[in-house]
């Protein structure tokens, strides 16, 4: 497929790694003579037509960067038909021919509308620290973010290990629990609270209680977000305060500290190789597709099935934690 000019955008919460990606497609794309054109502020800056030409040297020393260069928001316009519809007049203006996408399920849903009404083709990549995608492994920005976590965590057990305290450490994740059971099992907690289980306080507590009897002085507990818990870190905080006023209790909310900072080694090469790979898809003539990575192998999958399927949780990974924190 002879496509000449192209855009990339990025959409959604930001991802520690985008850059990277970006990087990889700006320089691929002129690698192949193509022209490349960055939009900002995703689909808003889109339907407003915010966009640039990006050259080679538009993209030099960003690759250790977080963020994105090219900033990215969140668009209520473009899930409308109106919307969608000035988007793609603002391409045809610059006789653009295809796009790449970098961002989470609401970006590929948007695609796919797109698509569906006015046939630009576009590829998409994993750029999400929640890691909630199907058809790879692991997303853009995830690695990062685990690691955040895990400093944090560590730090805060240092403190806990020094008043024998009880921590309740609240990360990212509102539909997904990855964040938490990643840097919780890396970082010893004793408990782990995610959306894909349900929460039997009954079960946290006895946990607490056997610690109690077996003098542990020290216990973490990591809850994600979007736990079931109504009020989440904060409700389970309050609940073990009323059930054990005798334990020092502390809570610390992560919050978006997760989602910045320098990217890793792991995201930056995951960046860098799906971004290669989006430019050869689209000159090879795929469309509506994800490129994702699966034991080590760049694969592709359709935007409907990259959305509507959630990427397998490892619930044995929970089991061990129990065996582990003992």
Not at 226 to 253: N, W
Not at 268 to 294: E, T, W
Request: proline share 2%; net charge negative.
């Amino acid at each position: 497929m002879n496509i000449q000019r192209i855009a990339l955008l990025t959409s959604g919460g930001d991802a520690p790694g985008m850059n990277a990606a970006i990087r990889a497609v700006v320089r691929t794309a002129v690698f192949h003579k193509m022209e490349v054109w960055g939009i900002r502020r995703g689909y808003e800056g889109l339907i407003e037509g915010d966009m640039i030409p990006l050259q080679a040297q538009d993209v030099s020393n960003i690759i250790a960067r977080g963020g994105t260069i090219l900033k990215t928001a969140r668009s209520k316009a473009f899930q409308t038909e109106e919307g969608r519809r000035n988007a793609f007049t603002q391409l045809q203006q610059r006789g653009i021919e295809g796009l790449i996408l970098i961002g989470g399920d609401g970006t590929f849903r948007g695609a796919h509308a797109f698509f569906q009404e006015h046939q630009i083709p576009a590829i998409g990549l994993p750029g999400t620290i929640d890691n909630d995608l199907a058809g790879t492994d692991y997303t853009i920005g995830f690695d990062t973010a685990v690691n955040t976590a895990v400093e944090a965590i560590d730090k805060i057990r240092d403190t806990a290990e020094a008043h024998d305290r009880l921590f309740i450490v609240e990360v990212m994740g509102r539909d997904a629990g990855y964040i938490a059971l990643h840097s919780g099992l890396a970082c010893g907690a004793e408990d782990i609270l995610i959306p894909e289980v349900e929460t039997l306080l009954g079960q946290v507590v006895a946990r607490i209680c056997d610690d109690e009897r077996r003098k542990k002085t020290v216990h973490i507990i990591v809850v994600s977000e979007g736990d079931d818990l109504k009020g989440g870190a904060s409700a389970l905080y309050e609940y073990i305060r009323h059930d054990f006023p005798q334990l020092d209790t502390r809570m610390c909310v992560l919050g978006h500290i997760q989602r910045g900072g320098s990217p890793t080694c792991a995201d930056r090469i995951l960046a860098s190789r799906l971004g290669f790979a989006a430019v050869n898809a689209l000159r090879a003539g795929k469309s509506q597709v994800m490129a994702g990575l699966v034991n080590d192998q760049v694969v592709f999958t359709p935007f409907d099935q990259a959305v509507k399927q959630q990427a397998n949780l490892h619930r044995d990974m929970l089991q061990m934690i129990r065996v582990l924190a003992v």
